[in-house]
Structure formats: C-alpha cells, structure tokens
C-alpha cells in the first residue's frame, strides 16, 4: 500500500511539472509587447484596440509613461519583442527613457507602433524623426474643407480618408473609409524605407485651425501622411499614427459621412484598417522565410561536386509567409533567381509549386569561375528575403571534349582535300611521261 502510494504521488509530481513545462513553452511562443500609456484613461478610452492587440497572441504588459521602472533592455537584451506607444503628449518618459533608446531597440529588431496627435510631445516627435518620418508642430492639424465629415464641429479636421496603399497585405482587403483627426506628417524624400499606408486627399492640408496662413504648411495634398510606416533593413517595422483619436472606441464604433457624400452614414473602416496595419507592425503578416535549398544537375541527386560549364541545373527553395500568425506557403509568382558571377549570368523566374516550393532549370553559361545562386526578394509588405548558395564551373576536362566537333566540319574537309590534292600531284609528277619530238629531216 506505501508502495503503491508513493507511485501516485510520483505520477501526480510528474504531471504537475508537465504541466508547468507546457505552459512555460506556450508563454515563451507568444511575443512579448509593451504597452505605454499616457494614463489612466487611456485604458478605458482605447479598450477595443488593446483587447485586439491581446488577441493576437501577445503577451502584453502595461505601463505608464511616466513609470519610474520602465525599461526596454536588461542586461543588454530587449524584454520585449514589440512596444506600442499610446502616449502621444508625454513630455518625457519614465526612468530617464529617451528616444534613442527606442531607437536602439528597433536596431535589435524590435517593433514599434504609436500614435500622434495635435498635442504632440517632444519625445515621441524625435522618434519620428529619426526613422525619417516628420511631424508637424504642436496645435496644428490636418484640414481638409471638401472631405470632411458630416458630424465636423466647423473646423474641418474631422475628416474621411481613403487614399490608402495599394498593398493588401498591409491594409487589408477591401478597406473602407476611415475617420481622422489628428496632426499631419511628412517623409523625408530621401528615405526609400519609408511606406506611405494613407495618405491625405488632394485638398487636404496641415495647419493651425485658428490661424491665418502666412508660411507654406509642412506638406500638402497627397504628400500629407496621415498613417505612416517604416522597414528598416534589419526588417523590423515602425508604424505611426497621426491620430490618437483614430484607434479609440468612439472612432471604432463612429457612423461616418462625407459632407458631399449622398446615402446613410456607414460604419468607419477604423477597426479593421487599424487590426490590419497592426499585425502587419508586428509581423503577423507579411513575414518570409526560407528553407530547404537545393541544387543538383538535372536527374541526378544533390552533389557537393563542382558543376561543369554547359551543365542542365535544377534550383529549388522552400519559401512561407507570415499570414494571420501561422506560416503559411508562400504563392508569389514574381520570385527571381540569379546565377552571379559578380554580374547574373542568369536570371529566371522561379515556378511555384505545392507546399511553397519553387523551382527553375537552366543550363550553366559556358564561363567557369566562382558563381552564386542568389534569391533576392525585397516587395512593398514583405521582409526581405535574401538567400546565396556558392558553387564551382568548372571546364571541360581534356578527357570531355567531342571527338568531331560539327562546327569544323569545313576544316576538316580542306585538310583532307589538300592531302588528296598533294597525292594527286606526286602520282602525276612521277608517272606522267611526255612524247619525245620529232625532228625535221632536209
């Protein structure tokens, strides 16, 4: 009975440690993300937005933006895989936190998504503008007098957006107008990283709603950014927000109608557009990745034998997306391979096939030396995807050559034709005789 007692209690130890096991093993799988608020109030203001942000498998973790023990890094590692900043009037952050700390964070690979507004702060403007992205200054707003919403005040800074980007795996599918209120931002020109997920309309402008225009406003029309974004090349993501407001409950939940717009108010697109453009902040979507490289001649196995010039090479990598959280086959149809030898020799699309495979053949040009096989994938929404495999061409042992190559057939022909020619003139010279002459007798 003490035996049989000791066994159970083993058993029970046993499953309580599996049981421990396991859910360190799903917490360590979630993504770890702050969260900064400007307040108390941000919480209740903004509930819809961080319940989503929890339903995306994120282990989230709140505080103040004032809090006295915020930090990013600990030991030299970053605590958290993403931040999320919804404090856009802070004047400065907790614990001596500054901007090129969150800059620093993105250079590990950290993400970041925060929200702007007219009351803008001067630390979440320097984050800004370090990544290229500039703000305009406080109290000004954006203003769009022929797009505003029905429900405007009289400003004309309630307004109805829908230039977005054309990238559905940043915004979604079918994206509806939204709701707007906020500052305007601008890109700086000489930042290719930069992305443009919506822009203003072209009548829309950024300024002081109770001021007379003297200077030029920061931009104009459609170089007015209202939501902006970031891929550094280390592939992490930076999403900014012009509106505080845009992500609140009242913005979710808001009727929208443009004043010249004819029909019932619909419901803002701002619910979906904002759970669209956050996954994509947080690499839910829009995230490559590779495997399962392979090259070999065609019909035989893979080789680590250097390949000949002239040879016929098959190419095959296995390629997946980030989609909703699960990795998923890849289904692009634009993917490149390059065979480089400082420049592509080669250059061929790569066919998809099941389970995210992609392949190609083709013959090796008739150079040898020191070549790559090279995928390089950089698109708008996507991480870039970058793959070089190194190998050998070799030329034709002396042994490989063709016996006859048909090309020389005519050399072939005038060598042997002045051989016969040569034998035609020596039988000729030795064996032709000429008749002696006769001559005249008186």
Same mark, same amino acid.
């Given at each position: 009975? +003490? ?48 319940? *989503? ?17 915020? +930090? ?10 993403? %931040? ?22 993105? !250079? ?6 925060? +929200?702007?507004?007219? !009351? ?14 500039? $703000? ?7 203003? *769009?007098?022929?797009?505003? *919403? ?8 309630? %307004? ?27 890109? *700086?020109?000489?930042?290719?990283? $930069? ?14 709603? #109770? ?28 999403? @900014? ?32 557009? @904002? ?11 829009? #995230? ?22 002239? !040879? ?12 909703? =959280? ?8 634009? @993917? ?17 096939? +099941? ?20 995928? !390089?994938?950089?698109?708008? =929404? ?61």
């Amino acid at each position: 009975f +003490t035996t049989l007692l000791y066994t159970i209690k083993f058993e029970e130890a046993m499953l309580k440690a599996l049981a421990v096991l396991v859910l360190v093993a799903i917490a360590s799988s979630k993504q770890r993300t702050l969260v900064i608020l400007e307040n108390v109030m941000t919480k209740e203001t903004h509930s819809s937005f961080l319940a *989503d942000l929890a339903g995306k498998g994120q282990d989230v973790v709140y505080k103040y933006a004032t809090d006295s023990s915020l +930090t990013i890094k600990k030991y030299g590692e970053s605590l958290y895989d993403n %931040i999320v900043i919804l404090a856009p009037s802070v004047t400065a952050f907790g614990n001596s936190v500054s901007a090129s700390d969150f800059l620093e964070f993105v !250079d590990d690979g950290g993400n970041i998504v925060f +929200t702007a507004s007219s !009351d803008i702060g001067d630390p979440v403007k320097e984050i800004a503008t370090e990544v290229g992205i500039e $703000i305009d200054e406080e109290g000004t707003s954006v203003i *769009d007098h022929m797009n505003y *919403d029905a429900s405007d005040a009289g400003h004309h800074e309630l %307004i109805v957006a829908d230039n977005f980007i054309d990238c559905p795996i940043i915004t979604g599918a079918d994206v509806e107008p939204v709701l707007f209120k906020g500052v305007g931002m601008a890109a *700086d020109s000489e930042n290719e990283l $930069i992305i443009d997920i919506l822009k203003a309309s072209p009548t829309a402008y950024s300024h002081a709603v #109770d001021q007379d225009i003297i200077e030029y406003p920061l931009a104009i029309g459609s170089s007015l950014l209202l939501v902006a974004g970031m891929q550094a090349r280390n592939n992490a993501r930076i999403v @900014v927000f012009g509106s505080h407001d845009m992500l609140s409950d009242r913005f979710y939940n808001a009727q929208i109608k443009a004043q010249a717009a004819e029909g019932a108010p619909k419901a803002a697109g701002n619910k979906a557009f @904002v759970s669209n453009v956050l996954s994509w902040a947080l690499k839910l979507n829009g #995230d490559l990745r590779f495997s399962n490289v392979v090259h070999n001649k065609v019909g035989e196995a893979p080789s680590d034998q250097a390949y000949r010039i002239t !040879d016929e090479v098959e190419y095959s990598i296995i390629i997946e997306e980030m989609r909703n =959280g699960n990795w998923e086959a890849f289904k692009g149809s634009d @993917v490149q391979l390059e065979f480089v030898r400082i420049d592509p020799f080669v250059r061929a699309f790569l066919k998809p096939e +099941t389970d995210g495979a992609f392949k190609v053949e083709f013959k090796i040009p008739d150079v040898y030396g020191v070549y790559q096989f090279k995928v !390089d994938y950089n698109r708008v =929404g996507y991480t870039h995807l970058y793959s070089t495999t190194q190998v050998s061409v070799r030329p034709f042992h002396h042994t490989e050559y063709e016996r006859f190559i048909p090309t020389a057939y005519p050399y072939y022909a005038s060598s042997f034709s002045m051989i016969a020619g040569l034998f035609l003139f020596c039988f000729v010279f030795l064996y032709h005789q000429d008749t002696a002459k006769t001559q005249k007798t008186e």
